[in-house]
């Protein structure tokens, strides 16, 4: 296993479109965790999985944005009707359960840009 | 919500000591991070502290806690071009989720 994975690396979308991203855990990991960092700011906590449930939401997390973990595997985040406000670094994380930092690791994240 | 606030930008010549400081608010953080992100790539868990230590050191690393007054710091000694990045410091919480500061970016001086 070589780590989380994140696709797209990229994507560029015009305004009100909707995107979806995935994100592959790492196989053994059944905590999954959605983060999106803007600019010049410290990564930012949308909401985790343990297996296929969702346990926690973000306030930042609104009603355009949806996450899934349908087999407690891989999840996907989708944006709807994008706004250039949604423009981030979207990064994944999964983990084992216990104390954080025992197995956190990150995926190098999906660039979303909104023209 | 909880706040982590970091000193934005840090500038040393190789081969000196480099320390990037924290302040966080919530006191109830079993332990405290520090993350390293590099351009164009994810966040790396450099080290931890549990939160009842003053001090942990790891290679070239050290950290030190003051839980009175809410600041954290990292020092790394003969800082080289290699550690160029960001800096980030997080807590935890509730232990489900990481609230990072807003990141240092230290750059070194050849």
């Known amino acids: 296993d070589t780590g989380v994975s994140q696709n797209p690396r990229h994507k560029i979308t015009k305004r009100g479109q909707n995107v979806t991203f995935r994100c592959d855990p790492i196989s053994e990991h059944n905590r999954l965790y959605w983060y999106r960092q803007t600019l010049g700011q410290g990564p930012e906590f949308l909401t985790y999985?343990?297996?296929?449930?969702?346990?926690?939401k973000s306030r930042l997390l609104s009603d355009r944005f949806s996450a899934e973990r349908p087999k407690g595997s891989f999840s996907t985040l989708e944006i709807q009707r994008t706004e250039q406000g949604d423009s981030a670094m979207y990064l994944c994380?999964?983990?084992?359960?216990?104390?954080?930092?025992?197995?956190?690791?990150f995926g190098s994240g999906t660039r979303l840009t909104v023209v | 919500g909880e706040d982590v606030e970091q000193s934005l930008f840090l500038s040393v010549r190789e081969g000196d000591s480099s320390v990037i400081n924290c302040t966080y608010t919530?006191?109830?953080?079993?332990?405290l991070y520090w993350y390293k992100q590099e351009p164009g790539a994810g966040l790396q868990l450099l080290t931890y502290?549990?939160?009842?230590?003053d001090m942990k050191q790891d290679q070239r690393l050290t950290v030190l806690l003051n839980k009175k007054d809410k600041h954290l710091s990292l020092r790394i000694a003969d800082t080289q071009t290699g550690d160029s990045a960001i800096y980030f410091c997080a807590e935890s919480p509730t232990g489900n989720q990481f609230y990072f500061g807003t990141g240092t970016s230290l750059t070194v001086i050849p």
């Open positions: 999985f343990q297996n296929e449930a969702q346990l926690e």
């Open positions: 919530d006191s109830s953080s079993t332990y």
């Open positions: 502290i549990f939160s009842n230590m």
């Open positions: 994380a999964s983990s084992l359960p216990g104390p954080l930092g025992y197995g956190y690791t």
